[in-house]
């Protein structure tokens, strides 16, 4: 129990449409990051959000966009859905940006993209 | 190319047995972590290693960062079914964010 939530758990999207996750941080905890994890694959980093702004970005295209609250809650929103889009999504909140930061996980979702 | 790579890619041992994985990269970092990941759920940090050479124990499970910090290990003394799981390295690098990228991961299937 890492104490960060993500909703929904699974997800069935068609193919062109859009999808919106959503990500409960741990209290207390102003930064969280946003991943992307294929069938065999470790987690590929999209970006993160640190008090609100966009902290950084991985190699995502703009259809990936996401929004950090004031309540440190957080969403990732993919348009246009692919195929390819199909993974699990991890988002991890940690407090702050420095060196070492423990990072803690949700459970993430499931995305299928048909 | 991945920045991190982890062998081997799968393992399939026998309760009791000893294993190593391995992680390794050509760039220096200033922290290597390891985490396990079980299946439906996230990936659970295990150790953070921070100075060239250190060597950490959990348990059964020893991690060593390499002399270079370009490299590391973990090791399993006497495996259990319990330690099933993803293990999977995440650095961050020298000069860079501090966002960890991580590896492909080892799988590990200890049968009782």
């Known amino acids: 129990e890492t104490g960060v939530t993500q909703s929904p758990t699974h997800l069935i999207k068609t193919r062109g449409q859009q999808v919106t996750l959503r990500c409960s941080s741990q209290s207390g905890h102003n930064t969280v990051s946003w991943y992307q994890q294929a069938l065999g694959q470790g987690p590929q980093f999209i970006f993160q959000?640190?008090?609100?702004?966009?902290?950084g970005r991985g190699n995502f295209p703009p259809r990936f966009s996401g929004l950090q609250f004031p309540n440190y809650s957080s969403e990732l929103n993919v348009n246009a859905l692919e195929l390819d889009d199909s993974a699990l999504y991890l988002c991890?909140?940690?407090?702050?940006?420095?060196?070492?930061?423990?990072?803690?996980f949700g459970q993430g979702t499931r995305l299928t993209v048909v | 190319t991945q920045l991190l790579e982890q062998s081997p890619q799968f393992l399939s041992i026998q309760e009791g047995e000893n294993l190593t994985v391995y992680c390794n990269s050509s760039?220096?970092?200033?922290?290597l972590q390891w985490y396990r990941q079980e299946p439906g759920e996230g990936p659970v940090l295990l150790v953070t290693?921070?100075?060239?050479?250190e060597v950490k124990k959990l348990k059964r499970l020893t991690f060593q960062f390499g002399d270079a910090r370009k490299d590391s290990s973990l090791h399993i003394t006497a495996a259990q079914p319990g330690d099933t799981g993803l293990y999977l390295c995440a650095g961050e690098r020298t000069g860079g964010s501090y966002i960890p990228t991580f590896g492909r991961g080892t799988s590990l299937i200890v049968h009782p």
């Open positions: 959000y640190y008090r609100e702004e966009e902290n």
């Open positions: 991890a909140s940690s407090l702050g940006v420095v060196e070492n930061t423990e990072a803690f």
């Open positions: 290693v921070v100075t060239g050479g």
């Open positions: 760039s220096v970092f200033s922290s």
